[in-house]
Structures are given as structure tokens and as C-alpha cells.
């Protein structure tokens, strides 16, 4: 840059050609002056070889524990030879490159471990003749690679890969399950042969793991809950006695000069138990790795700081505890504090005596602390041998951090002492229970209660009392600990939008301010001409051109828009236009939507761009050298780039049929996998809605889209008329020809989450690259090369792709698209296993052979590379690598994560220096495509002379949730999603702790080579795989900063069922993270703010959802307790309890701040009040059922130690939701608590009525439960009668259903319970009752029983002996059905013998008087109904523990006869027979069977109010789960079925041409002339040509 910039200021003429220049650039690389190519291959080794040269400084830092298999000395060395390079023979540089390169090929999957690679690396060159430096002479070397030795640890994975269970391995020796982060560790400890490292927690360990990870946010928690307490305690906000007279905050007396002792010990406590348990747990989690050095093993220096924190602990403790000075504070001092209401203690001579010990302890507390969670520098291994210790900027940083942190733990305190502590006003063991133990502690005057005595401690009213205030302030402490989480989303907003402001976000995408084009005159003109150069126009007129051809514009549009820029579209040139009266600002409301937004984006964007503050921080802007048609612009400053698309089978382009399909009902039923109707098992989604075909429902969404495509194709010649409904109609009578087809095809793709939309949105970045005067230059130069394929590339990595496991329409599909682009940079690489078709070995055989290699045969698996050839219409194989090992590794559900193996399988053919990873669901406007450039130098700042060390690692940058128009389901997880990818990660950017969190995020090419790839893949502990590369960068303090001048296009989940399934992945895999040893070393030693910061980075948002949620039952628990203990709400309100008020406002509205805030800064306040407000009811419920959807995941996963993958599929939103299917989603997570809460609900008001208390309405929990049971019926499309009673018939059959009842079927049912494609209720239950007693450890049974005991004994104490005689009403009860089980069971299974048992139940009543005689019915039924539902739930919760305890012991017994040497499958065999008659003995599937039967009720009403509404108030339902289009369809009808999209037919009637409502406005924004409007298009070329048009 530096070089041109040099030739232009010496040149004459500021105009001068820019060709001498390039022939004295050639001239001077053609002559013996190799200076710039000498110079460019050190920067390359450099990047290529800094992870080595990195590995090589941490391990030469092993002092007594460097390794024996290294040399301190080499080790210098070599890492002086990758650092300090110059000079050094640049033919052996190159060599060093190949040889890591090649590796890194035929590694595999070892590329994820790059300091296992080093080591190997470190042997291979060792062996050879090192790494010479410039004063040595350098001759041939030959560098030879043992294979084996390479791949060591991979077979072991294969062989097993579960890190939580032992085996016996090949070696005979038995052991945990390898993953790549053992196989990397093993290469810093320079171990010869890979070991097991780690032992990673298994089930609920985690819960161990998340303390001892999070000690440090949770421990300054409770401090400010101490610190809020403190000040509570002399605010007046609770009772007299306990909040007034206890001197002020700097001259305690009384409670809070008893507090700050008391609390002193219960935090010496607390870290002596810490301590403990971290030395214990941490040595048994790093015994693999004792006497080894890597990152994250205890060291000397560490250990001792541990031992003296205990030691300290211990010494506080005693020391606080043996000078301790409590006092009971006298009644009287209620309400004066003079006289002797003075305490003694606080007097000037003995205040200091008193609090001594204590303040002392915490003052040495606070300084211990900071000193021991101060920041470690570096985390992991460094990153580059350029990262300073503090970098620039980065003190100012923490401090703004530290800062922000004190706000917003300050604001917590504000908020515990105003709303949270007065609560619980009155409530407390003394005042409230007249408990008087501790009552000295606290320095309550004692007081007379239920628990008065020690006679009475176990009493029923004071057990009732204790509970009730137990509850109560276990609910505050819960409440407390997640308040940061709301303040953390208001501060989150706060920042955000100040940094937005910054960022040039104001209106960002607001389409009201008007665009002014005007050259010369307009000031986005003038903008546009800065930043690209004095060819703006061509870069306008390639954006027209794209919008045009994806039928986002009419023809009429695009002539207007390239008008308003006095340009023309009808070639690559742009012509003056000579109607200057045409030039007027453009008002961008006029037009489609989606175009109206991406144009506003693009002019606002472009002054980040050019700002100093932009991508390129630091840099001034020129037009003439950075713009990407300045005069001086060099070709050079465009960094090459790759982008990968990993793909497994999802949809490429829609096929014919199945837009055809979707309006049968049996379209809206389960589909057998074969796709024979009645043949085989229905376990498949539906296909459809069951009313309108897949290609209306998608008109709907876009109507005026598919005008513009009809009027597009008209034009072209391609059809006969421009009708749109038309067209429709000839689609769906296949009267169509074979290449309009294709066009409404490539349109629907388009306008659908598939893999066809990203590539075709990724090439996008190549057409705007063709459209650049200097790159057509370039490549007019080299016919031979595609444009622009060396300076970007497309890899679409399709794992199925030939596959005999894949889809063959998909296969064709891709060979579509490839041809369709087949002058593009597009690539397709794929997986060559034995499975593999036919057709594509012989693909790969024919180009082995015709290069001299091997055959197929010669191998097993390869990953492939191919590319279109025109000539031959097919597929041509570019590259062939060959691999020992499949694409992922392990078995079952402990495969290696699959996308990131995809994207590995991609990685290896990449050739840009930098990559990027796009979800095959995500496309990108052409617009965005030409600010990928300047956003790239964010990197390396084109003034950056240290070519080596780039300014960050990933780069992220904003979403546009497209989905977002698909229905209320797409708009809710749309919203969700934006604001996350805006605000949220803007905040976390500006905090330093931005993670990488998917695509499309950009990644230095360098980095993913040499530094563990684009995200980690291990089995179980990396399903949410994106984030670890995120950890990555962190650990080794590199960064990952986020911009908001540029934005790609993502889909999200856009029906139900899906997007519960995606909120349960992500939930699982958070519990997965929390396991990692990534995890644990970031906790370490990021410090304390930073620390706060992690926290909310990686897992605050999932427990906090988890808090909350556990936080509902301990809502209703706690009134249940009250009413026990004979606590109305009167007495609440004597206590001045805000208990006495239901909490309506939920402290969840406050997760609306940031979307709120973010819509205003870039939408304006109008729009965002609309927007948020109007889907305020919609998001209430759809949130508040993915939030149990959170907490159900968060609870499986602690408890199984499983985090499985849920394939979302992202069907259509009109996509039908069968009931079988809701129920089978949703039965354990969602149904069973619903359940629970609703009868620990029921319980509740029983009692209240009994009493003749005032019961409180729990308004938020009757709404949580009855959400839970019927949001899915409500989020369901087309509440229809046909539709309702094929769910009604298919729902039935599931319940009744036979299938999988026999014994020897049981293998069968495990198989399907695993893979979620049950067929019968019976199936489903029992699978679930097998898994969880084989997934779970017998710990967490043996836990699990001894939790319910606890709970039986706390129950024997709480309910009245009076309820409890109830319990062998149904002791009786139960006898019976045990004897009409064992008929069933010998009779062949008689259905009549298991729903007999149902009747039974319902002769409790009656059978009651046999037992307690006339006491069961007096006075009357309804007066025992209390007694009866609290007795029975009692009794159920009995049968559950016997059931657990029976389970658990023949869990036992199977582990014991295992160890014996038994046969493990016929030990699990007998086991699986023995639940199976558990299943049915201890009336899980009676149970099962009687929630179902609710369901299918509520699931029928639900659906019928539904049908109601929508047939009485004009399909309101359906507009608002849909869209307008179909709202205003007849209830009965079809949409298109009979006429036009709803848009044409308004104009029609009107009176006014075919077109849309944006057609109309056209003359209104441009202000067209009578004259003007009917200008012909002239330009518009009238030859037929395809959407996506081959580029010549």
C-alpha cells in the first residue's frame, strides 16, 4: 500500500495509469532483488509456524518438570527460528510450511489438537537436522513421518470415546474414553503415547463443577446480598425491631453489629468447605496428569495459595468465633434507641474491641481474595509471540469494566435492600415460630410461638412454621442471586445502545429517511463515492441487479433506482443518464420490505466504514487508495477468503413435489419413512399443513415477491402472461416448462432456510468482487481462471453427497447448483465412505487413475474436492485425500461433533487466508458482499507494518434473522436471536469477553490451521462446538472483537417443535460446557470483573432460567406451608409481607430492555414500541415455555451426564404439529411438572378453602402451568376439524397402542426411545424408565432415593396425622390393581384387565369405608377432598420411592454380577424385564395413560376454541400465527386455490395494474412525470435468463 502510495505522489499526473507501477513491481520480482519475496515468505512462516514457535516457549518454561523427550536448548531455538526469521534461507521456510501443512493433512482429525502436532513436529525436525538458523548452512533435509506415531489416540477414540465410563481397551487395559483435548494435552506434556489427562465429571458432578467454576461470581453475590442485608438492617423497610435502632451504617449496634460477626463466620465457613472440596475434587479430576506440566495443573505456587486460603479460613473461624460478642437486642428498642436501648458494645471504647476480629477477618478476606482471583497472564498456551502482556487499550478496559461491574452489583444492593428483604418483612424462626435457637446469634429479643419449648421443636405447627419460613427465605436467597441476571439485561441495553450510538447505529435501518443519489449533489452520493471510489455506480447498479433478479424488486422498481444514481442496468458499464428529472431522492418505504431495509443498512453503514472507529481502527480513510475503485486502489489490500458451508442432508433446493404437497390431510400426518402410505411405522414429521400446498404457504409469506417474479419471467419471454396466480396454478398442474420450474424453485430456495440460499448468498461476495474494475482486469489477464477464484472461494461441504445414506433429490440438487454457478468460485467436497454410491467412487477411481495414484480400493475414506466441469455437464474431481479413520469418530451417541468434523473435512481443501463458516441456512444481500473487503483489514489494518501478528483472531459481526417474517413463532425466536447478535454481543465485546457463538463469524486462516480448527468437536463435551473456539482465543489471549458495519442473513427455527428442540440442544450443551477442562481454566485465571463477565458469557443465562424455574414450585410450596402453619394473608399483611400481593409483574419484562432499546436506536420509537408491544402476549407464552424447555434440558443433563444433539430440521412454519408428536416432545419435560405444579396448585386452594383463609390467585403459576400443557396446541397452524379429528384418531392409537408391549420386543423399544421414533404410549414411558436407570450412575440413584426419604420423613412431620390415615384407602387400592396386573400380564395382556384398573382408582370412595369406615364421607365427600388429594399425592410420591429404591437395587446387582465377569448385555437384559414389570406394578404406565387422556382433553378443547375464533372472527388465529394472506383466506378454502395472492386482487379491484401495494408508491418516490411513468424499459433485456445466471 505504502509502495503505491510512493509512485503516486511522485507521478505528474494525479490521474496517471497505475501499469508502470505494476511493471516495476514484476521488473523488480523478475530480477535477482527478491527483497518483497524474501520478506513475504518469513510473515508466512511466521503465521504459519507461530503455534509451534508458542508451544516451543511453554514448554522450554518447564524447569524441574521439563519433560525428557525434549531439550530446553532446541526448544529455544526452534522457537527463534519461527520468531526471529529473517534472514534465514527461504526455500527452507518454505519446506518447514509443507512439512506442518502436511501434517495437518493427513493428521485428520489431529489438526483439533495443534499442541499434540507441535510435539510431533518437534520430533520430526529433531530427527532431520532442526531448523537452521541464517549463520548455518542450510543443504536438503528429508523429514520422515511415522503415520502411527501421528495418528496415536485417534483409534483409541474410535474404539471408545465416552470420557465418563471405563472400558477395556485393545491394550487389554481398561479406561475412560479419549477426546481431542487429552490427545492435545498429551503433546504439552510431550508424552511419547497418548493417555487420559482428565477425568471429566459425570452426572451430577457438574453441580460440584458449576461451584467451584463460578466460586467467584457466586461468592461476591452473597457478599452484596451481606453487604444489601447490612443496610436493610437499619433501612426501616421491615419490622421495628428488626430494621430500626441498629445504629447507623459506620456505628453498628444491636443485629448489625451481631451480623457483621455472624456473617464473618458463615464466610470462613463456607471457604474452609470450598477449599476442601476443590483440593479433593481437583486432585482427582488432574491424577492423570501428576507429575506432568501443562496449563491448568496445580502448581507449587497454586497449591499453597489453596492451603493457606484454608489455613487462613480456619484461622478467621477461631479467631472471630472465640472473640465473639452477641447480644440480644431488648424489646423495647423497637422504638427508641436511647437509655438502655444503647447497646453496651458500641461505645468508642469497646466498638473497636468488638469489631476487631471481625473487620479484620474481612479485610484480610477481601485481600486474600483479590490476590488469589487476580488475572493470570497467560491463560493457556499464548496465542503469538507479539501478545503483550497488557495490550493497548487494554487497562483503560478493565477499568471501564471494573466500573461497570460496580454499577451493577451496586444496583443489585439497591434493589435487595427496596423490593426483595421487605418481603420477607416479619418473617423469620423468632417473631414468626417463636424458635429460639440462635436467637442470641441474630440479637432478636426471644419471643413466645409454635416452637416455644423444646417439647414442641418437632410438633406439626412448628414443623409447619419452620417450613413455611424456610421457604420463604430459600425464595428471597433464589430471588437474590438472579436479580443480576435482569440488572445485567438493563445494563446490557444501557451500554449497548450508548455503543451503537457510536457505532452510527441512529436509524440505522430506518426506511423513512429518505436516500439521496443525486452525483455530486446527493449526500449518500457523496458518502458512496468516498468509501468506493468514483465508480459508485457500478457498485450500485450490481446491487439493483441482485435485488432485481431475486424478485425483491419489480422491473419498473430497478429502472427507477439505477435512474435516481443516473445510471442504467443493461450492462456492466455505467451509462449517464440524460433525465436528470428522474434524479430524486429515493424514499425507501415505497418498496418491498427486505429491500427497503438492506438499502437503508448499506448508506448507514458505509460512515462506520470510513469512520476511524471503523473496521480498520486506527487507519485514516483514503478514497483514493482504500476505496475499491480509487484511483490508486490496489489489488493486493483484498484478503483472500473461503467460506465453508458444512451440509449433512439438509434441503438444497425444494424439489417440485414436495412445493406441490402440504394439502392433503395425510400431508399433516406422521409419514413413514419409506414414503409408502400404511406401510411401515409413522415416525417422520409431517410434510405439510393439511390445506395448502408448501409453495402457497411461502407465496403467502412473500406475495409481492412473487408478483415480481411473475412479471420478471413475463418479461423474459419465459411465460405467457404476468399473472401470478396464474403462474401458480400452472406450477401445480406441472404445465409449466422445465426452466420456469427451476426459476419458482430457485425462488422458493431463496425464500426457505436451505443450503442452495447460503451458497448462492455466499457467492454473493464473489459477484461484487466480479464487479470491481481492478478484478476484471486482473482475471481478463488469466482466462484460465474462474472470477474471482484466487481471491475468494465457496466450499460446500456435503457430508451425504453420493452417499446410499443420503438423498439422491438432494444429489441432484447440488449438481443443479453447481451448474447453475459454474463459473463461480464453487467448490463441493465430500465424504468417501463404503457406504458411497457407485457413481462417485468411480468419480474418484477415473481421477486417481488418471494422476497416477491409487485406487479406490487403497483406502477406506477420503475427503473429496470437486468442482463443475461445462464441458463434461458433470462433476470433476479437483483433489483427493485420503483418511484411516471415518469422518467422526466413537460410536453411538459419542460421536465427535458432527458439523465441526464437516467443517474440518472443508478446512483442509481452504486456501484464503482467512475463512468463515456459514450455517446452511443463511444467505447474504450483494450489498454486504462489497463491504466484506474493508471489513476484513480489521485483521490487519492495511498501515500495519507487523504483518504477523493479527489485531484479533474471529471477528463477528450482525445476523439478520430473515425468519423473522415467518409466522409468530419465526418473529419470537427471530427477536430472540437479533437482539442477541446486536446488542447483546456488542455489550460483551465492548466487556472483553465476546465469545465466538456460530456463524458467520470471520477467522484468521492461520489461526484455525495451527490452532485447533474452527470449533471443537469432542464426544458429549463439545455439542455447543462453536463456542469452544470462542475459549480458544480467549485462553490464549488473543481476541475477538464484533463490528456493526456489515450483516449476513440467518434462519431460525420457525414452528414450535423445532425451536423447543433447538433451546433444548443449546441447554444441554451449556451443562456439556460447564464439564470442560476449558471451562475450569478460563474460571481460573480470568480475574475477578472479568470473571462476572465469563459468567454471563457462557452459562448465566441457563442457570438463571433454572433458578426461576425452580423458583415457580418453591412459590406455591411456600403458601401450601403457610396455610399449614395457619398464615392467612391477613397475617402476612399484619406483617407487612409483600408476600400478601401476587408478584404480577414478572421480573422477566426486563428481558425486553435490550430488544426495545436496540429497535429504538435503529428502527425509531414508533416501530419498536409497535413491534415489542404487539408480540408482548405471543413472546410471554412462547418464552415462558422455552424457559421450562431451558430447565428441563439443564436438569437431564446434570442428571445423565448426556448432552444429545436435537435436530431441529427448520421446517416451514406452517409445518403441522401432531398431537403424538407434541405429547412425545414434550411429556417429560414439560407435561409431568405441569402436572405437579398444577396439583401442589390444587393442594393449595383445597386447603385455603377448608380453612376459609384468603387464597391468593397465583395468576403466574395457573399461567406457567397451563402454558406448559397448551402453548404447543395453540402455536399449531390451522385449527381445522378434519385436522382435529385425524389428531384425535392418531393420538389414540398412539395411547392404546400394542406395539412394543412383549417382552422380547424390549431391544426394540430401547432402540426407538433412543432415536425419539416411538410408536405407542407404552414405548415411550418404558424406554424412559430403562435409559434412566442404565444412563444414570448408581450415585445418582442411590442420591435420588435418599433425597425421597428425606422427603417422606420431612412429610411425616408437615401433614396431620388425620390426612395421613387416608393412605390406606389406597394401600387398598393399589392391592387390587397389583392382582388384576398379574392377570393382565398372564391373560395375554387384556386391554380390558389395564383400563379395569382406572375403574378401581375410581372406587377409592366407596372401598374408603371399608378402611376408616364413615369417617372417609363425613359429613360429605366433598368435605374429605382435601384429605383425599393430599393423601393421594402422598401416596403416589411412596409408590415412587418404592419403585426408585427397588430399581436401584437391582441396579446394584447388575453392577455387581458386570464386575463378576457376567455377561453385561444379559445382565442389562434381565434388568430392562425387570423394569418392565416395575413399569406396570408401580402404575407408571397407569399414570402415563391418565396424563395422556388430559392431554388429548385439553389438547381437543384448546383446538376447538381455536377453530372457533378463527371461524367467527375472520381466521384471527391464523393471521396471527401466520400471516395476513392467510388470515384472509376463507376459512374453508386454499389459498390460490381460486384466485390471486390477496395484494393482487386489492389492485385489481381498484382498478389499478397488476403489480403491489411497493409497486404503487413508485411514481410517489421517484416523482415521476405522466411522461416519465411511461417510459419504456428500453434497458431491460428482453432474452429469457435465469435468476442465478452463469457469470462470464
Not at 465457613?269 to 479430576?285: C, H, K, P, R
Not at 485481600?367 to 493470570?376: A, E
Not at 419498473?556 to 428529472?581: I, N, P
Request: aromatic share 12%; with cysteine.
Amino acid at each position: 500500500r505504502d509502495r503505491r502510495r510512493h509512485l503516486d505522489s511522485q507521478s505528474d499526473d494525479s490521474d496517471a495509469d497505475l501499469s508502470d507501477a505494476d511493471s516495476e513491481l514484476d521488473s523488480c520480482l523478475a530480477s535477482d532483488d527478491s527483497a518483497i519475496l524474501d520478506r513475504a515468505m518469513e510473515v508466512l512462516h511466521c503465521r504459519c509456524m507461530e503455534g509451534f514457535g508458542q508451544w516451543c516457549v511453554y514448554v522450554s518454561k518447564g524447569g524441574f518438570s521439563m519433560p525428557s523427550t525434549v531439550e530446553k536448548e532446541v526448544l529455544i531455538a526452534y522457537a527463534e527460528a519461527v520468531t526471529k526469521n529473517q534472514g534465514r534461507n527461504i526455500a527452507r521456510l518454505f519446506a518447514e510450511c509443507l512439512l506442518l501443512r502436511t501434517l495437518e493433512s493427513i493428521g485428520e482429525q489431529l489438526i483439533c489438537c495443534p499442541e499434540r502436532l507441535a510435539f510431533i513436529y518437534y520430533k520430526i525436525v529433531t530427527e532431520a537436522d532442526g531448523l537452521p538458523m541464517p549463520e548455518e548452512a542450510v543443504g536438503p533435509s528429508k523429514y520422515q513421518i511415522d503415520y502411527e506415531d501421528l495418528q496415536d489416540g485417534l483409534a483409541q477414540m474410535q474404539h471408545h470415546s465416552n470420557p465418563y465410563i471405563l472400558k477395556k481397551m485393545q491394550d487389554g487395559t481398561w479406561a475412560r474414553g479419549l477426546n481431542f483435548d487429552d490427545i492435545n494435552e498429551s503433546g504439552i506434556q510431550c508424552r511419547e503415547k497418548i493417555a487420559k489427562t482428565y477425568n471429566e465429571p459425570a452426572s451430577w458432578h457438574v453441580v460440584i463443577d458449576a461451584v467451584l467454576c463460578y466460586r467467584v461470581p457466586i461468592m461476591m453475590k452473597i457478599w452484596t446480598m451481606m453487604i444489601a442485608f447490612y443496610l436493610y438492617l437499619g433501612s426501616a423497610l421491615g419490622t421495628d425491631i428488626t430494621t430500626m435502632n441498629n445504629g447507623l451504617w459506620y456505628w453498628p449496634m444491636w443485629i448489625r453489629l451481631n451480623f457483621i460477626q455472624w456473617s464473618a463466620m458463615i464466610d470462613a465457613s463456607a471457604w474452609i468447605g470450598i477449599e476442601v472440596l476443590y483440593v479433593v475434587y481437583f486432585t482427582w479430576q488432574r491424577l492423570p496428569s501428576i507429575g506432568y506440566r501443562s496449563p491448568g495443573l496445580p502448581s507449587c505456587i497454586h497449591t499453597l495459595e489453596h492451603v493457606l486460603n484454608f489455613a487462613f479460613s480456619c484461622a478467621g473461624l477461631y479467631w472471630v468465633f472465640l472473640n465473639r460478642d452477641f447480644a440480644q437486642k431488648p424489646a423495647l428498642c423497637a422504638q427508641t434507641d436511647l437509655d438502655q436501648c444503647v447497646d453496651p458494645r458500641s461505645t468508642l471504647k469497646t466498638l473497636p474491641k468488638v469489631l476487631a476480629p471481625s473487620l479484620g477477618y474481612w479485610a484480610a478476606r477481601v485481600i486474600v481474595f483479590i490476590l488469589m482471583n487476580r488475572r493470570r497472564f497467560p491463560i493457556f498456551i499464548l496465542g503469538s509471540s507479539g501478545t503483550p502482556r497488557f495490550r493497548e487499550g487494554k487497562l483503560q478496559q478493565d477499568a471501564i469494566v471494573n466500573a461497570i461491574w460496580a454499577l451493577m452489583l451496586g444496583s443489585c444492593i439497591a434493589a435487595e435492600v427496596f423490593f426483595i428483604y421487605p418481603s420477607v418483612r416479619g418473617m423469620d424462626l423468632n417473631s414468626l415460630c417463636g424458635y429460639q435457637s440462635g436467637a442470641n446469634l441474630y440479637g432478636l429479643p426471644p419471643t413466645m410461638g409454635k416452637c416455644s419449648g423444646e417439647d414442641r421443636k418437632f410438633t406439626f405447627d412448628c414443623v409447619s412454621c419452620v417450613s413455611s419460613v424456610g421457604c420463604a427465605q430459600l425464595l428471597v436467597f433464589l430471588t437474590c442471586m438472579v436479580d443480576i441476571y435482569f440488572v445485567f439485561y438493563v445494563f446490557s441495553a444501557i451500554v449497548g445502545s450508548i455503543m451503537g450510538q457510536k457505532r452510527f447505529l441512529n436509524d440505522l435501518k430506518n426506511t423513512s429517511v429518505p436516500i439521496d443519489l443525486r452525483p455530486g449533489a446527493g449526500r449518500e452520493a457523496r458518502l458512496f463515492e468516498e468509501v468506493f471510489g468514483p465508480e459508485w455506480q457500478r457498485v450500485w447498479c450490481a446491487m439493483i441487479k441482485h435485488l432485481l433478479d431475486e424478485s425483491y424488486l419489480s422491473p419498473k422498481q430497478a429502472e427507477g433506482l439505477a435512474a435516481a444514481a443516473r445510471c442504467t442496468l443493461d450492462s456492466l458499464s455505467v451509462v449517464a443518464s440524460k433525465d436528470a428529472k428522474r434524479e430524486k431522492p429515493i424514499n425507501l418505504k415505497k418498496f418491498n420490505i427486505i429491500a427497503g431495509e438492506r438499502i437503508a443498512f448499506f448508506f448507514h453503514s458505509l460512515k462506520a466504514i470510513k469512520s476511524p472507529s471503523g473496521p480498520a481502527r486506527g487507519s485514516k480513510f483514503l478514497t483514493d487508495t482504500d476505496a475499491l475503485t480509487g484511483k490508486s486502489f490496489d489489488l493486493g489490500s483484498v484478503p483472500t477468503l473461503t467460506m465453508i458451508i458444512p451440509a449433512y442432508n439438509e434441503t438444497v433446493i425444494p424439489s417440485s413435489a414436495f412445493l406441490r404437497d402440504g394439502a392433503l390431510r395425510e400431508d399433516a400426518t406422521n409419514q413413514n419413512p419409506d414414503g409408502q402410505v400404511g406401510v411401515g411405522d409413522p415416525t417422520l414429521p409431517p410434510v405439510g399443513d393439511g390445506v395448502n400446498s408448501n409453495l402457497a404457504f411461502i407465496v403467502s409469506q412473500f406475495p409481492d415477491e412473487w408478483i415480481y417474479l411473475a412479471e420478471m419471467l413475463h418479461q423474459k419471454g419465459m411465460t405467457e402472461d404476468p399473472s401470478s396466480h396464474r403462474l401458480y396454478k400452472r406450477f401445480m398442474i406441472q404445465a409449466l416448462t422445465s426452466e420456469v420450474e427451476d426459476e419458482v424453485r430457485i425462488w422458493a430456495m431463496l425464500r426457505t432456510q436451505s443450503v442452495g440460499r447460503t451458497v448462492v448468498g455466499a457467492l454473493q461476495y464473489g459477484n461484487a468482487l466480479a464487479a470491481l474494475p481492478a478484478i476484471r482486469q486482473y482475471y481478463a489477464q488469466r482466462p484460465e481462471k474462474r472470477i474471482p477464484e484466487d481471491h475468494m472461494e465457496v466450499i460446500l461441504c456435503h457430508q451425504t453427497y453420493g452417499n446410499t445414506d443420503g438423498d439422491p433429490e438432494n444429489d441432484k440438487a447440488v449438481r443443479m447448483l453447481l451448474s447453475r454457478n459454474a463459473n463461480s468460485s464453487v467448490f463441493l467436497v465430500f465424504d468417501l465412505t463404503p457406504t458411497s454410491g457407485v457413481q462417485v467412487k468411480n468419480l474418484v477411481d477415473e481421477f486417481l487413475t488418471k494422476n497416477g495414484g491409487y485406487g479406490v480400493g487403497a483406502f477406506k475414506y477420503a475427503s473429496v474436492k470437486c468442482r463443475w466441469n461445462p464441458t463434461h455437464q458433470d462433476v470433476e474431481v479437483v483433489a483427493v485425500l485420503p483418511r484411516k479413520f471415518p469422518l467422526r469418530l466413537g460410536s453411538g451417541d459419542c460421536k465427535t461433533q458432527g458439523k465441526a468434523c464437516n467443517q474440518l473435512n472443508g478446512l483442509r481443501f481452504a486456501t484464503g487466508h482467512y475463512c468463515q463458516a456459514l450455517d446452511c441456512n443463511m444467505g447474504v444481500f450483494i450489498g454486504e458482499g462489497f463491504k466484506v473487503p474493508y471489513v476484513l483489514r480489521t485483521f490487519m489494518p492495511m498501515d500495519r507494518k507487523n504483518r504477523t501478528a493479527p489485531k484479533c483472531r474471529y471477528l463477528g459481526f450482525r445476523e439478520y434473522i430473515f425468519t423473522g417474517r415467518e409466522g409468530t413463532v419465526g418473529k419470537c425466536h427471530a427477536s430472540a436471536e437479533w437482539t442477541f447478535g446486536t446488542i447483546y454481543q456488542r455489550f460483551l465485546s465492548g466487556m472483553g469477553t465476546r465469545m465466538h457463538y456460530g456463524h458467520p463469524d470471520f477467522v484468521d486462516g492461520f489461526w484455525v490451521r495451527n490452532r485447533g480448527g474452527m470449533s471443537k468437536s469432542s464426544p458429549v463435551v463439545n455439542l455447543s462446538e462453536d463456542i469452544f473456539a470462542g475459549y480458544n482465543v480467549r485462553m490464549r489471549e488473543e481476541n475477538s472483537p464484533h463490528v456493526d458495519c456489515l450483516e449476513f442473513e440467518k434462519g431460525r427455527e420457525s414452528t414450535f417443535n423445532s425451536a423447543s428442540n433447538f433451546f433444548s440442544k443449546i441447554s444441554g450443551g451449556s451443562i456439556a460446557v460447564i464439564r470442560s477442562r476449558d471451562n475450569h481454566l478460563l474460571c481460573e485465571r480470568i480475574g475477578l470483573a472479568h470473571g462476572w463477565s465469563f459468567y454471563f458469557t457462557s452459562v448465566a443465562f441457563y442457570l438463571s432460567n433454572l433458578f426461576i424455574d425452580m423458583s415457580i414450585y418453591l412459590y406455591v410450596l411456600l403458601f401450601i406451608a403457610f396455610t399449614l402453619a395457619d398464615i392467612d394473608l391477613a397475617k402476612l399483611h399484619e406483617l407487612g409481607s409483600t408476600f400478601q400481593t401476587e408478584w404480577v409483574m414478572s421480573m422477566g419484562m426486563f428481558s425486553l430492555f435490550p430488544q426495545l432499546l436496540e429497535m429504538v436506536l435503529e428502527f425509531g420509537a414508533m416501530r419498536a414500541f409497535r413491534e415489542v408491544l404487539g408480540m408482548l402476549p405471543a413472546a410471554t407464552f412462547f418464552f415462558i415455555f422455552q424457559n421450562k424447555n431451558i430447565a428441563s434440558a439443564l436438569r437431564n443433563g446434570i442428571a445423565t451426564g448426556i448432552a444429545k444433539y436435537f435436530f431441529t430440521g427448520r421446517p416451514m412454519a406452517n409445518q403441522h404439529q401432531t398431537w403424538r408428536d407434541i405429547y412425545v416432545t414434550y411429556w417429560k419435560s414439560h407435561y409431568k411438572p405441569a402436572f405437579s405444579l398444577m396439583t401442589a396448585y390444587i393442594i393449595y386452594q383445597v386447603l385455603v378453602h377448608q380453612t376459609f383463609q384468603g387464597a391468593l390467585p397465583m395468576v403466574l403459576v395457573v399461567i406457567s402451568f397451563s402454558s406448559w400443557l397448551v402453548t404447543p396446541i395453540i402455536f399449531s397452524p390451522f385449527p381445522r376439524w378434519p385436522l382435529i379429528e385425524q389428531d384425535i384418531r392418531e393420538f389414540s392409537a398412539f395411547l392404546n397402542g400394542t406395539a412394543g408391549k412383549e417382552e422380547e420386543e424390549l431391544p426394540e423399544v430401547v432402540k426407538r426411545g433412543s432415536s425419539g421414533k416411538v410408536r405407542t404410549l407404552w414405548e415411550c414411558g418404558l424406554a424412559n424408565e430403562i435409559s434412566t436407570f442404565l444412563d444414570s450412575t448408581l450415585w445418582l440413584c442411590v442420591m435420588t432415593v435418599v433425597l425421597r426419604v428425606i422427603g417422606v420423613c420431612f412429610m411425616m412431620l408437615i401433614i396431620p396425622a388425620e390426612i395421613l390415615d387416608f393412605l390406606w384407602i389406597f394401600i387398598l387400592v393399589w392391592s387390587i390393581n397389583l392382582v388384576l396386573i398379574r392377570l393382565y400380564l398372564i391373560s395375554g395382556q387384556n386391554n380390558l384387565l389395564l383400563h379395569g384398573q382406572t375403574v378401581v382408582w375410581l372406587l377409592c370412595v366407596p372401598l374408603g369405608q371399608l378402611v376408616l369406615g364413615s369417617r372417609a364421607v363425613s359429613p360429605t365427600v366433598i368435605t374429605r377432598l382435601p384429605e383425599l388429594v393430599i393423601a393421594f399425592t402422598i401416596f403416589a410420591y411412596f409408590l415412587g420411592l418404592a419403585k426408585d429404591t427397588v430399581l436401584t437395587l437391582n441396579k446394584v446387582l447388575l453392577d455387581l454380577r458386570v464386575m463378576a465377569g457376567g455377561s453385561k448385555t444379559i445382565a442389562e437384559r434381565h434388568h430392562n424385564q425387570f423394569v418392565r414389570k416395575c413399569f406396570l406394578y408401580f402404575q407408571v404406565h397407569q399414570f402415563d395413560m391418565a396424563e395422556a387422556y388430559f392431554i388429548i382433553i385439553a389438547n381437543t378443547a384448546v383446538s376447538l376454541i381455536l377453530m372457533l375464533v378463527d371461524r367467527l372472527f375472520f381466521n384471527v388465529h391464523t393471521w396471527w400465527l401466520l400471516n395476513r394472506e392467510m388470515g384472509r383466506t376463507a376459512f374453508d378454502g386454499q389459498y390460490l386455490a381460486k384466485s390471486p395472492p390477496q395484494i393482487e386482487s386489492d389492485q385489481l379491484r381498484d382498478g389499478t395494474s397488476i403489480g403491489t401495494n411497493s409497486e404503487l408508491g413508485l411514481e410517489d418516490s421517484f416523482q415521476h412525470t405522466p411522461t416519465q411513468a411511461g417510459h419504456n424499459n428500453h434497458h431491460m433485456s428482453a432474452t429469457p435468463r435465469p435468476l442465478l445466471q452463469n457469470r462470464h
